[in-house]
């Protein structure tokens, strides 16, 4: 096979001198057992005939001589029969010159060759023609004249030809055998080798990078997009998610990958701050053969630099919209609490402009948050905690969003609100209950119950907010306090901006707690808000 291979990168195929080579070595050993023994006998002196013996060795020495020379590959296979043949006759003439009876074990040699490369015909002519030519020897009185000898001799060649005869066919047999799965792997080899290339041809065409780590977590397998998105110079280096933090030397994401961990969507930045650097998104997961036995992983990493720069414009605009719309709603509350402020108003006017004067502060809170969503998150937060009873909180909240929840034909249980005295700020953890309770009521299919809980232990208080409604689909969970994710109930179609659950989720981790939802399809929702007791030192 090495040779084969060697041959094919040179581009000339060696030719095949098998047959010269079993021809030359075949007829060497037999000319050499035919010398020594003619040389035997005629330094004994024996000799019956120094003609025939004469003769007997310049044909094997012929013969011998043409084997070595002629090129038997470049001609018919059936021409190789020649020279054992010829063999045959040259130990006629040998055991004519030599009557002794132990000559005539010649004729094993060009028998049993024959028997080997002619197959069932070589087999005839190579024990058929050893025999007849025994017997010409005995009847022209060169021969033994015991008529077992003429017996022994013959069946002896015989068994000798079959023996050889059927050990050339097995190993015909098996060499056919070799040769067929040998062209089977080549085959094998061949189509791997093409559906590599065509794997590779796939891999460099798209535009993003992939790369496969082994077990030892070196890389075999490596994309063009991977390779440019991933520089190796020190004039790249790698910033986290943020764009501003430097990552820490050994937790870039494919240093990460290659020691066996698993992550999903994980942002970073490639390049110092500027218009060239490029924002990366790379996903590790890990592979396991059919064993379970892990093999590896695959890293895949996508330029999102156009996705990261549109969420900035966007984050930006927001903001701008929203300052813009502070300023004169400001200047709304401030007249209005001027007009408040004095006595000369009917009833029915005051109670109007306080419903304005309510919804107008509201509607400067809502802003208030957008503008710090499109910040930083939580620590952009206004909260301002003081000891208040979770339960008042939360029964305000019930009590203000029963009338929407009866229009729906749908009941708030709040008979497990427990009284729960904590440090909050009432009117944002009022924001986040009503965002809920908002919620389950507004994604309810109708005729159904929503369960609102308060309940505490030594540290924290723990609001439940409970629907049957139609559940959360399972893709959104991970998702759902994200900024901008709208994720409406199973069956139903999103509304909103997709900023309410994100600020709830903000405005509880400012009080230093946290909120969690568990949803089944078909078996409704159940958020929890966790609210320490008492604030810790360095909560915003």
């Not at 047959?19 to 024996?46: K, Y």
């Not at 004039?235 to 999903?264: H, L, N, Q, Y």
């Not at 003081?386 to 009590?399: G, I, M, P, T």
């Not at 689909?473 to 759902?480: F, N, V, Y």
Request: cysteine-free; charged content about 20%; proline content about 5%.
């Amino acid at each position: 096979m090495a040779a084969a291979v060697t041959s094919a990168r040179s581009g000339r195929a060696r030719p095949d001198r098998t047959r010269e080579r079993a021809t030359s070595v075949n007829q060497l050993l037999f000319g050499l057992a035919a010398l020594i023994a003619s040389g035997m006998v005629i330094l004994d002196g024996r000799m019956a005939s120094g003609d025939a013996m004469l003769a007997g060795i310049v044909l094997v020495f012929v013969v011998t001589v043409a084997a070595l020379v002629v090129r038997w590959n470049r001609l018919h296979p059936l021409l190789v029969l020649l020279v054992p043949l010829l063999d045959m006759v040259a130990v006629l003439l040998l055991q004519l010159g030599d009557p002794a009876e132990g000559m005539w074990l010649l004729w094993l040699a060009p028998a049993v060759w024959l028997s080997t490369i002619g197959g069932i015909g070589g087999l005839g002519i190579g024990a058929g023609g050893a025999a007849l030519l025994f017997w010409l020897t005995a009847l022209l009185g060169a021969g033994p004249a015991v008529t077992g000898h003429l017996l022994v001799g013959p069946i002896s060649i015989a068994a000798a030809a079959v023996v050889a005869y059927v050990t050339a066919r097995r190993a015909a047999a098996q060499r056919a055998l070799l040769d067929e799965q040998a062209a089977y792997l080549d085959h094998a080899v061949e189509r791997a080798r093409r559906q590599e290339d065509a794997v590779s041809e796939v891999l460099d065409a798209v535009d993003f990078g992939v790369v496969r780590i082994g077990a030892d977590g070196g890389l075999t397998v490596e994309n063009e997009a991977h390779a440019r998105l991933n520089p190796t110079d020190e004039d790249a280096p790698v910033f986290d998610g943020d764009g501003v933090t430097r990552t820490t030397p050994g937790m870039a994401p494919i240093e990460r990958a290659r020691r066996g961990e698993s992550f999903e969507g994980l942002l970073s930045w490639q390049g110092p701050p500027g218009d060239t650097r490029r924002a990366l998104q790379s996903t590790a997961r890990r592979v396991v053969d059919a064993n379970g036995i892990d093999v590896g992983g695959i890293l895949v990493t996508r330029d999102v630099t156009a996705e990261q720069l549109a969420v900035q414009m966007r984050d930006e605009l927001v903001a701008s919209v929203s300052h813009e719309l502070r300023t004169p709603l400001t200047s709304v509350l401030g007249h209005l609490d001027i007009v408040l402020d004095s006595g000369e108003l009917p009833p029915d006017v005051r109670r109007s402009l306080e419903i304005a004067e309510r919804n107008a502060s509201r509607l400067l809170v809502i802003i208030g948050d957008i503008l710090a969503a499109t910040a930083d998150g939580a620590g952009q937060l206004d909260v301002r905690p003081e000891h208040e009873d979770v339960a008042r909180v939360v029964l305000a909240s019930v009590e203000s969003l029963e009338p929407r929840a009866a229009a729906r034909n749908v009941r708030i249980d709040a008979s497990g609100v427990e009284p729960a005295v904590a440090e909050i700020d009432p009117h944002r953890i009022r924001q986040v209950v009503d965002n809920l309770v908002g919620n389950a009521v507004k994604y309810h299919t109708g005729d159904g119950l929503v369960e609102v809980d308060v309940t505490s232990d030594d540290r924290d208080a723990y609001i439940v907010v409970r629907d049957d409604g139609p559940g959360i689909a399972q893709e959104a969970l991970p998702h759902l306090f994200d900024r901008y994710y709208r994720a409406g109930a199973l069956g139903a179609r999103p509304v909103g901006n997709g900023l309410g659950l994100s600020i709830s989720r903000d405005l509880v981790r400012a009080h230093g707690g946290e909120i969690t939802v568990q949803s089944e399809p078909g078996s409704g929702s159940t958020f929890v808000v966790r609210l320490p007791r008492r604030r810790t030192e360095g909560i915003a």
